[in-house]
T-cell receptor
Framework: DAKTTQPPSMDCAEGRAANLPCNHSTISGNEYVYWYRQIHSQGPQYIIHGLKNNETNEMASLIITEDRKSSTLILPHATLRDTAVYYCIAVGTDKLIFGTGTRLQVFP | DAGVIQSPRHEVTEMGQEVTLRCKPISGHDYLFWYRQTMMRGLELLIYFNNNVPIDDSGMPEDRFSAKMPNASFSTLKIQPSEPRDSAVYFC????????????FGDGTRLSIL
């Protein structure tokens, strides 16, 4: 599975959009981009995933560049409860390989 | 729907004791994964099963660790004998077949070996 690179930390004001970037320049054509988050001491929580097209669900939007080398997770209106570590993972097999993720701090 | 259920939530035991962690996957899911999380190493995949059969155990740290899945609704992860460096949070996750299927995680077992 391709390696992903994320900034170690980001801040966001409550109510504003949080845009979390992920670089996956070596991603192969059959690998999905998955996003999970982990709120302190809880199990990772699935957010969204995509292959080529942009995706949206009730939690977030996923924007994948046309060359698929990078993506952005968008939380449209961040709340304090969105403070967590966000993981971007390229998935080509059954396994999830977690990196170090981005620690998002939402402040009032 | 019930999610992935892990027990116990917390375990504190002395070095050398046997530890058994339990997991009940979501009904209908045919993949089950065991992960370990520490500050130093982050989230690591230990082993995973498909249709109750171990597929990849390359992440199991050493022979002191063993995992079984006797049926589709139950799995165990055992550590014998336990050591202080085994202290971590252990997560179980399950999913259906297919790369388009997300994994669903339990709340984890926080293990402390004294």
């Amino acid at each position: 599975d391709a390696k992903t690179t994320q900034p170690p930390s980001m801040d966001c004001a409550e109510g504003r959009a949080a845009n979390l970037p992920c670089n996956h320049s070596t991603i192969s054509g059959n690998e999905y981009v998955y996003w999970y988050r982990q709120i302190h001491s809880q199990g990772p929580q699935y957010i969204i995933h995509g292959l080529k097209n942009n995706e949206t669900n009730e939690m977030a939007s996923l924007i994948i560049t046309e060359d698929r080398k990078s993506s952005t997770l968008i939380l449209p209106h961040a709340t304090l409860r969105d403070t967590a570590v966000y993981y971007c993972i390229a998935v080509g097999t059954d396994k999830l390989i977690f990196g170090t993720g981005t620690r998002l701090q939402v402040f009032p | 729907d019930a999610g992935v259920i892990q027990s116990p939530r917390h375990e504190v035991t002395e070095m050398g004791q046997e530890v058994t962690l339990r997991c009940k996957p979501i009904s209908g899911h045919d993949y089950l994964f065991w992960y370990r999380q520490t500050m130093m190493r982050g989230l690591e995949l230990l082993i995973y099963f498909n249709n109750n059969v171990p597929i990849d155990d390359s992440g199991m740290p050493e022979d002191r660790f063993s995992a079984k899945m006797p049926n589709a609704s139950f799995s165990t992860l055992k550590i014998q004998p336990s050591e202080p460096r085994d202290s971590a949070v252990y997560f179980c996750a399950s999913t259906k077949t297919g790369r388009n299927q997300p994994q669903h995680f339990g709340d984890g077992t926080r293990l402390s070996i004294l």
